[in-house]
């Protein structure tokens, strides 16, 4: 169990939240967060340190800072849930020419410790103190994010536990409880969250990072996540539609982007923590990029004329090896050699990109090469970074928004993609395609106003109106000539696009649907399963005599019934 100080540590940062509803607000909440007593035990250090572990269990973290719950990135460049998923996706690069051994044991012990010894543990010290003060605000936020997480882990370890966990020497070995029973408790959870927001209240959070003490929109949060956790469970919950439906006619639930549910980095600061979005300060650095860009998805971009894609990605230059320039041995080994059969008998690309999109291929493990200030990196949605406008010069630290992107936890757009995929699962391929184009349309309207971010940007650049109306036709053109699977590729596609900076959602979807099937494989063309769930942490097997590693990860977890893998 973590000590008093952990408990009670708190940000030390000025957040800005970016809903047009709220107005910033500062939260310097003490001298010196580092050095808090136990008589300063206030619920607000409890809820403040909650929210901030929330978001660093989706999102990661750049600088490993000590009062952090990260100690080392792994296998992958900073953690994260969302990182986990987007790679498996191909939203981001795949570092692994076998699955098995790119993600094991001691690669995800910092969620683990994040979830148990960070938020699970601070809500359970929270908890008797605000409802001893009638703190019910503070309870029906920490009620919502501990859904939240509570079901990510499922989602991604499959049995957790819950009911036994930070219970500290009453019981050193906490069981395993069914994913099932965690999603209903999630959801029960979820149900007095909603009343706790409602009833009334004198005294509210001092801070609330997300919507600044709006409740109307986190009961809309509160009721989207339940649609969410519906969806998620839809092919072992008979009831699942009528339950989303319920909700979707009641009309309380996040249908307007100015009321999505995420999280802005203040950049305020580089260290000690570092506010800026971790993948900002992971690859805006002296010596560039760290990360390697997808291949599949930028080709899926630039073949589709995404207007999205300057926002997205930024390139240092504008020719990569093989592609427009001679090869190059030591800048990108592969320019130098062909491309595996399994990859030319899929007609699947290659390597290079036109255009100076400068990434990497599914499962490539050459070396790093020194091409940090050539490689394609993340603009400035969401991570806060430049806006690509054909400038190609090096990144730089501080460069484009500092790192003042967001986490996407929940938005407008990919509720009309959930609806999308329920009219398509129904055989409604009308209703389909509307929910998908609307969808489409929010997202395209929320990451262009992110150039304002970019004060450097030449938004001649920009794309116009014509640009986008052309988009939205071409993809409601090629919807309507596919057939079912291709019509389930295309929303597969396109919510990967979409969701584009939380590969939790990404990776839900792949495994629920088994969609799209255009995905790159893996560069090895005998990779092992796909990960179906993570191996738990060592550290959890290690310390925990009621947990017993997996035998592989192709356990599906309880909601994932699909009887075939998803393909490698």
């Known amino acids: 169990m973590k000590n008093i100080n952990k408990f009670l540590r708190t940000l030390a940062l000025v957040v800005l939240v970016i809903f047009s509803s709220c107005d910033s607000f500062d939260l310097n909440l003490t ?3 580092n ?11 409890f809820l403040n340190s909650i929210q901030e572990d929330f978001v660093r269990q989706i999102e990661g973290d750049a600088d490993y800072d000590a009062n952090d719950n990260w100690q080392s990135g792994g296998i992958t460049n900073g953690d994260g849930l969302s990182l986990f998923g987007g790679e498996l996706t191909r939203m981001y690069n795949f570092y692994g020419a076998q699955y098995r051994s790119a993600y094991q044991g001691s690669d995800s012990g910092d969620e683990w410790i994040n979830a148990y010894i960070g938020i699970f543990a601070d809500i359970k010290a929270m908890m008797p103190l605000a409802e001893e003060n009638g703190l019910i605000r503070h309870i029906g936020i920490v009620q919502f994010i501990e859904a939240y997480v509570l079901t990510a882990m499922v989602d991604f370890y499959g049995d957790i536990p819950y009911t036994e966990a930070v219970l500290g020497s009453d019981n050193l070995n906490p069981k395993l409880d069914d994913g099932a029973s965690i999603y209903d408790a999630a959801l029960s959870l979820l149900d007095d969250a909603i009343t706790n927001f409602q009833n009334d209240v004198t005294v509210l959070p001092a801070i609330d990072l997300f919507y600044n003490n709006d409740y109307e929109l986190w009961i809309k949060a509160a009721n989207t996540l339940k649609m969410r956790l519906y969806l998620q469970r839809r092919l072992v919950d008979a009831n699942a539609v009528s339950s989303i439906n319920a909700i979707i006619n009641s009309g309380n639930y996040i249908s307007s982007s100015d009321d999505d549910f995420q999280f802005e980095w203040p950049a305020t600061s580089p260290t000690g923590p570092d506010t800026r979005h971790p993948r900002y300060g992971l690859n805006y650095t002296a ?11 930028m080709n899926q971009m630039m073949g589709n004329g995404d207007p999205r894609i300057r926002y997205y990605y930024y390139r240092q230059t504008d020719a990569v090896p093989g592609a427009e320039i001679d090869p190059d041995e030591q800048l990108l080994q592969c320019s130098l050699q062909g491309a595996p059969a399994h990859y030319n008998a899929g007609g699947f690309t290659f390597c290079f990109l036109n255009g100076g999109y400068w990434g990497r291929d599914h499962g490539d493990t050459d070396g790093i090469p020194p091409d940090g200030l050539y490689r394609t990196t993340f603009g400035v949605y969401p991570a806060g970074g430049l806006f690509d406008d054909d400038r190609f010069s090096p990144i730089a630290p501080g460069a484009g928004g500092g790192g003042n992107g967001i986490t996407p ?6 509720i009309d993609l959930m609806r999308a995929e329920l009219a398509l699962d129904a055989g409604n391929t009308a209703d389909a395609k509307t929910f998908l184009l609307e969808g489409l349309t929010k997202s395209i309207a929320k990451v262009q106003s992110f150039i304002s971010k970019d004060l450097s940007a030449d938004v001649s650049y920009e794309p116009t109106e014509t640009d986008v109306t ?4 071409f993809i409601g053109t090629i919807f309507d000539n596919a057939d079912m699977s291709g019509k389930w590729d295309i929303l597969g596609e396109q919510l990967i696009v979409t969701a584009f900076g939380n590969g939790i959602e990404s990776y839900n979807f792949y495994r629920r649907t088994g969609y799209p099937t255009t995905l790159q ?22 310390a925990n005599s009621s947990i017993s590693q997996k035998t592989d990860q192709a356990q599906p977890v309880f909601w994932d019934t699909n009887d075939a893998p998803v393909a490698n």
């Not at 010596?287 to 998805?297: A, F």
């Not at 936890?409 to 990919?414: E, M, Q, R, Y």
């Not at 052309?470 to 036709?473: C, K, L, N, R």
């Open 287 to 297: 010596t560039g990029g760290n990360d390697y860009m997808s291949n599949w998805l």
């Open 470 to 473: 052309d988009f939205i036709e």
């Open 409 to 414: 936890i929940l938005t407008a757009s990919w």
């Open 521 to 542: 494989p893996n560069l090895d063309p005998n990779p092992g399963t796909f990960i179906r769930s993570m191996l738990y942490p060592a550290r959890a097997v290690n």
């Open 35 to 45: 050095f808090l007593v136990p008589s300063q035990a206030d619920v607000d250090f």
């Open 31 to 33: 001298n010196d967060p």
